[in-house]
């Protein structure tokens, strides 16, 4: 600490040096003795100023106590003028900013040294917390200035910082969220699942960045990009972390997926037709024929074998057409967010059904499929990605005899618990610059038109996803090689099992009462054909009329119904059937012909125990049905 002595006499001085020793302050303390307060630097920060009253007017006296209240910090110094005046005087010199008139020279300074350091503490203190409160305003500015939702948690996964646009997204003020955690106010399997990511930040030590799912108050899922880092402070441990919404991103590029799916389909279009027509010629005819036997008043025995082979040649060539249109909507439905087991030969043989015709009248088709592990993935993105590469493969032959092109798909267990699957043809192949960039979006060496150039880079993209990689090997006028190399999955893994139950013969006393809603009478006359020998079938065509026999005590042991239908749909009916006879809920189960909205999608996922796909054959139906009863 300084104590300044202004105009203060040598010998006055000298006492006040003494007074300090005495007080046992003067180790901390220094003393400067200056001629008059001009000659401070100012501002006096802090310590102990004198002034000496050489007893001369007192208005002079004033000003020189002004002047040195004015050079100093009032909180963190103190000042002292040594005077003998009156009263009154004493109290104009500390209006003028005087802290303390004094007389005794000698005595009194250790306790002034001491208060003025007690007052330096506080002071201190509360300069402390004013600028501690200025930084929590800075830091809470600044988060609350990033766009992006952002939040750090402590070690005990609570939130101790959120923004504004975090608060938004969980729909509660910060005061509601910090000191607590993701378990009270989200799902548990989604608490859960935050909770294992950030421990396993936590543990690492290791940044994050990966997608999570949170369904918002409304009750809609959100996808999330987060981005998370551990970090200490203040011996503590704690996480940050921003996140982005890419829900419409994702939406855009399942939509983007499906539009070049569909555009692969679309330039087979007449091949794809083809295949259907083709079936349904001798289905209509054998049919036609079937229909004039039984016109007859009576069957001959030599006649009987033909009719069975004609029956056969129907169900048949219905069951080529069913296949067609199950790869078709294979291809269109949009569900390929949905991960597990795939597999492989089934997805290829789906891929192929649809290039057939095409690969009939173009080339000669070498295909070689054995049976592999299972893949972890999506049928519909890897069905798209060999279509894609199918059709790659035919757009590179040039227009010759189709003897002389060649197209070849190999399926086969690779190296290293690998799935290899390989298309390649005896094309114009590619040039090394054309190689470079082939999986470049928008890159196509097609004709304006004839090509959106992402075929190849959404290929890519699927497999990388899937955790696989594409190769590519090419030489120009001789062909093109694409490799597509996947991790299989362990032993044992069973991909997408269908195991159809058969309806065996049930004595009409004890077959189950089944009410199927279908508007297509049709529908349900052959359903009842179809299953008469294992259930007692009860087929209405309004959903209406379903509920008005339900409300009069009428009783079902299952209920099918179909899920878009004019006037009542099937959402509606399930809606009102929760209302009505909520127990019948679980044993409602929902059929469509495939032409439904993203939203009957989702009422399917929350409100229904599965959906038929028709058409359907009387195993399926069987397996459907059963697994809706009690």
Sequence with gaps: MLATLVSVPPAVGEAVERGLRASGASPSCHVLSVTGADVIAAPVEEGLLVAWDAGGPLDVLLEDVRRLHALRVVARTHLVV?????????????????????????????????????????????????????????????????????????????????????????????????????????????????????????????????????????????????????????GENFLVCIIRDITDQKRLESQLLLAERMASVGTLAAGVAHEINNPLAYVSSNLAYVRDLLALPELSAEQLPELREVVAEALDGAGRVCAIVRDLRTFARGDEERHGPVDVVRAVEGALRLVRNELTHRARMVCTLERVPPVHG?????????????????????????????????????????????????????????????????????????????????????????????????????????????????????????????????????????????????????????????????????????????STGERFDAILCDLMMPGMSGMDFVVELERLAPELVLRTGLMTGGAFTAQAREFVGRHSRGLLEKPFERERLCTFVEHLFP
């Design 82 to 234: 040594l005077t003998s005046r009156d009263d009154a005087q004493t109290e104009a010199l500390a209006e003028a900013g005087a802290d303390e008139c004094v007389a005794s020279v000698g005595s009194g300074w250790g306790a002034r040294v001491m208060a003025l350091r007690r007052r330096l503490a506080l002071e201190t203190e509360a300069h402390d917390v004013r600028a501690l409160r200025r930084a929590n305003t800075f830091l809470r500015s600044a988060l609350d200035a990033v766009p992006e939702p952002l939040f750090v948690k402590d070690r005990q996964h609570r939130w101790v910082a959120v923004n504004h646009a975090f608060c938004r997204v969980m729909g509660h003020p910060a005061e509601a969220l910090l000191g607590r955690s993701d378990h009270e106010f989200v799902a548990a399997h989604e608490a859960d699942s935050f909770w294992r990511n950030d421990e396993r930040v936590f543990l690492t030590g290791v940044p994050d960045e990966s997608e999570e799912t949170l369904t918002d108050r409304t009750g809609l899922a959100r996808v999330l990009m987060t981005k998370k880092a551990a970090f200490d402070g203040a």
């Design 378 to 550: 999506n049928e519909v993105r890897l069905g798209q990605v060999v279509l894609n590469l199918l059709v790659n493969a035919l757009q590179s032959l040039p227009e010759r005899p189709a003897e002389e092109n060649r197209v070849r798909v190999s399926l086969r267990t690779g190296r290293a618990g690998q799935v290899e699957l390989e298309v390649s043809d005896n094309g114009h192949g590619m040039a090394p610059e054309v190689q470079r960039r082939i999986f470049d979006p928008f890159f196509t060496t097609r004709p304006v038109g004839e090509g959106t150039g992402l075929g190849l880079s959404i290929c890519l993209t699927l497999v990388q996803a899937m955790g696989g990689r594409i190769e590519v090997s090419s030489a120009q006028g001789w062909g093109s090689t694409f490799r597509v190399v996947l991790p299989a999955l362990a032993v044992g893994t069973v991909a997408a099992p269908e195991s159809p139950v058969l309806g065996n013969v049930v004595p009409l006393a004890m077959r189950k009462r089944l009410l199927l809603i279908d508007d297509e009478p049709s529908v349900g006359n052959s359903v009842s054909r179809l299953v008469r020998d294992v259930y007692e079938v009860h087929a209405v065509q309004d959903a209406r009329e379903a509920l008005r026999r339900l």
